[in-house]
């Protein structure tokens, strides 16, 4: 991956981070600081995410790499990795791979020798291939972070279904119940990352809609609608209220005048409802 690819990455990946070690990993952890290891003696490249978290296992590195394409020397790579971890801040890694790529996964997730008791090798880590997830499942939960991962996600179905499947993934977007901001933010690193499984006429198609219409909340006529209609809902049930008292009242025999200033009704609304 080249440098400026890197970067978009962890810009994309930088809010999931949370939700990718709770969702993804299960990892019950307190998060206590980033390590923004550069990998100088390797490769030249940053890490994409280093994170040092006490868990129920004590202190620990955990390591997150993303991935759009198979690598045959990501074992070598992910090894590399952890010694530098552990070499620079004496911390266990906790290494996964989360693969975001369109093809089936072909890389291997361990590297092993044995040349007797003195010089073995038996080194895994996770491999997490986003296609694998539900969507379904994951519409289910609260994090939301994970849903610019939506359109890569359901393997099977986002192949059945196609252009569907990516409205869907759209849809349930809007549908966040959070600002506008955010999910606008959301939608932005899904339309980025569906470029790795759709087709650009595809994506240009789905999620001019969805922008077009975080458009329209935004604007300051769209925001007095629906305060006008809030006002409305609240004037109806206050109404409805009254109404409901006056009744009430009137089953006691209390005078007209007396309820309608209670209730606030006008008069001749009160008399209607003795009939």
């Known amino acids: 991956m080249s440098q400026k690819y890197d970067i978009t990455m962890k810009n994309i990946f930088s809010d999931m981070a949370d939700d990718i070690m709770s969702y993804f990993l299960g990892l019950q952890y307190t998060k206590i600081d980033e390590l923004n290891i550069e990998f100088a003696r390797i490769e030249r490249r940053d890490s994409d995410m280093i994170f040092k978290c006490t868990t129920n296992k004590g202190n620990v590195a955990v390591h997150i790499e993303f991935q759009s394409e198979n690598d045959e020397k990501m074992s070598y790579r992910m090894l590399r990795y952890s010694l530098e971890i552990m070499e620079k801040h004496d911390l266990l890694p906790y290494q996964v791979v989360v693969y975001i790529g369109k093809d089936n996964v072909k890389m291997v997730n361990s590297l092993s020798y044995d040349f007797g008791e003195q010089n073995t090798l038996d080194y895994k880590y996770r491999i997490i291939n986003v296609g694998d997830i539900k969507y379904s499942d994951v519409l289910k939960t609260d994090y939301y972070d994970l849903y610019s991962l939506l359109p890569l996600m359901d393997q099977n179905r986002r192949k059945e279904e196609g252009e569907k499947y990516l409205e869907r993934c759209v849809e349930a977007i809007k549908d966040i119940p959070l600002d506008i901001n955010k999910k606008k933010d959301i939608a932005f690193k899904a339309e980025i990352l569906s470029g790795i499984v759709f087709k650009k006429d595809v994506i240009e198609k789905v999620f001019s809609e969805v922008m ?42 209390m005078d007209i005048d007396r309820i309608a200033e209670i209730t606030e009704l006008s008069k001749e609304e009160i008399k209607k409802l003795m009939n």
Do not use: D, P, V
């Open 212 to 253: 077009r219409m975080f458009r329209i909340e935004e604007s300051e006529t769209y925001k007095m609608i629906i305060e006008k209609g809030i006002e409305k809902g609240i004037e109806k049930g206050e109404r409805e209220k009254s109404i409901k008292i006056a009744k009430k009242l009137l089953k006691e025999g």
